[in-house]
């Protein structure tokens, strides 16, 4: 049974802010995105939000007329009116925050570039200095690869190593030059065996780039 669509209102969409008014019906829903910018949301009706999220888990969240509350860029879910009268609230969106928008979609590239086994578009989403550290090797800090050819060859040998390889249930988010994206990595090594592990990578970035790449993954025992 799908559910109704939330209805947006844009009340000002300066450049600087996007105020946008999302009435929802009982049951109604925005459907799946991810925030590219930093926001506040201000009830205009006390409510309950049920909360769709990118882990396959749910939240709810209680609304109170009047009283607002702010998240960060990256938030992803689907909003759900879980109450049983209509429910609504005013979007602020700071809009001019561009720069972590910009990084957040090479977050999503960088994802989809491991999923495909792409080198090329992994190495467009790396700045002109870049660097990999791994999450295994000798030192503290893991095997460091420093400049895009020892980067170029690190991700081809990972490819390489695992034959089969997925990044799944992929999460990110950006808080001003720090990325955070977290996956589960499922893959098969060259000698068969199976490897499936949670990890995230830290990334620093230069423009909308990625200049590090800091990876880091459980460690099974
Ligand atoms: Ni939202």
Partial sequence: MSRPAAEPVVHIDDGRFRVTEWRFAPGA??????????????????GRLELGLPDGGSAEATLSRGVPYSRRTGVAHNVVNGGDEPLAFLEVEAVDSDL???????LDRFLAAWNG?????????????????????????GTRHEGRGAVRAAYAALFEAFPEAAWTRGRHSVSGDTGLSSWRFVGVTAAGERVEV??????????????????????RG
């Fill in 29 to 46: 829903e925005t459907g799946w995105h991810i925030h590219g910018h930093d926001y506040v949301i201000v009830p205009l009706t006390d």
């Fill in 100 to 106: 972590s928008a910009r990084r957040l979609e090479t």
């Fill in 117 to 141: 086994r792409d080198v090329d578009a992994l190495m467009a989403c790396m700045a002109d200095s870049c660097a990999f550290r791994a999450s295994g090797g000798p030192g503290a800090d």
């Fill in 198 to 219: 949670d990890g995230c990578d830290i990334f620093d970035f230069d423009g909308d780039r990625i200049a590090l790449k800091d990876s880091y993954r459980k460690n």
